[in-house]
């Protein structure tokens, strides 16, 4: 078992920042913890570029536009989900084949069945985000999303509970964590969405505390080695 818990602190060292960035090498890890580091590399800046383009830095943009420009607000509503939902497209497909390779290096161990409910999710979360481009589809999008999201939720709900890596279980514990953040703020964006302005304000912390927790949430996991028990 892993003994080094994730640490908030270390994660913004010089070399935990630099490694971040990095790809594994082959030759410092066994064959199943390089291939498990790889795919969670690969799902971790898939998750992370969709994310950020079609959540935090979309609501930012548009926010920027009403307080520079007033009715640029009703520009941002005509183009830029286009625009940030295709980019968006392009990370979940990242995530997506980064998921998939996690399921098949899990197979017929113990972590087998969270990462089955992870690749699931990913599978249903894909599809809704290409439906969603159908015009007049969006109610489909939606079903397939909250399904997908809920098989995701599981994931994390299991692999948080996880004994034999450390790094693992506090990862998906920070990704579960900022599940329950994105519901709530759903819940509050329904609640306010009869006011635009205020609206976006609190889409933008919601969304941002969402990021943080997703990215070091991410970032934990790809620091764990392939230990299941």
Do not use: C, H
């Amino acid at each position: 078992m892993e003994n080094e818990k994730f640490d908030f602190k270390e994660s913004f060292s010089k070399d935990s920042l630099k490694g971040l960035f990095s790809m594994p090498k082959a030759e410092d890890f066994d064959p199943k913890t390089f291939a498990w580091k790889s795919a969670v590399k690969k799902a971790f800046f898939g998750y992370l570029g969709a994310t950020f383009f079609n959540g935090f830095l979309a609501v930012f943009i548009t926010l920027l536009l009403v307080a520079i420009f007033g009715y640029g607000y009703i520009l941002s509503l005509l183009f830029l989900p286009i625009l940030f939902g295709i980019i968006a497209l392009a990370g979940y497909i990242f995530y997506f084949l980064g998921i998939k390779e996690m399921k098949d290096v899990a197979a017929g161990t113990s972590w087998e069945k969270p990462t089955n409910n992870l690749f699931i999710g990913a599978i249903l979360g894909l599809v809704s985000v290409i439906i969603d481009f159908i015009p007049l589809m969006g109610w489909l999008a939606s079903i397939l999303a909250i399904v997908g999201f809920v098989f995701s939720l599981l994931a994390y709900n299991e692999l948080r509970q996880v004994k034999s890596s450390s790094k693992l279980a506090s990862g998906a514990k920070l990704l579960f964590i900022a599940s329950i953040v994105g519901i709530a703020g759903a819940v509050f964006s329904i609640i306010i969405g009869w006011v635009p302005v205020v609206n976006v304000v609190f889409e933008l912390l919601f969304g941002l505390a969402t990021l943080v927790l997703t990215f070091f949430g991410w970032k934990a996991i790809s620091e764990s080695e392939f230990n299941p028990a």
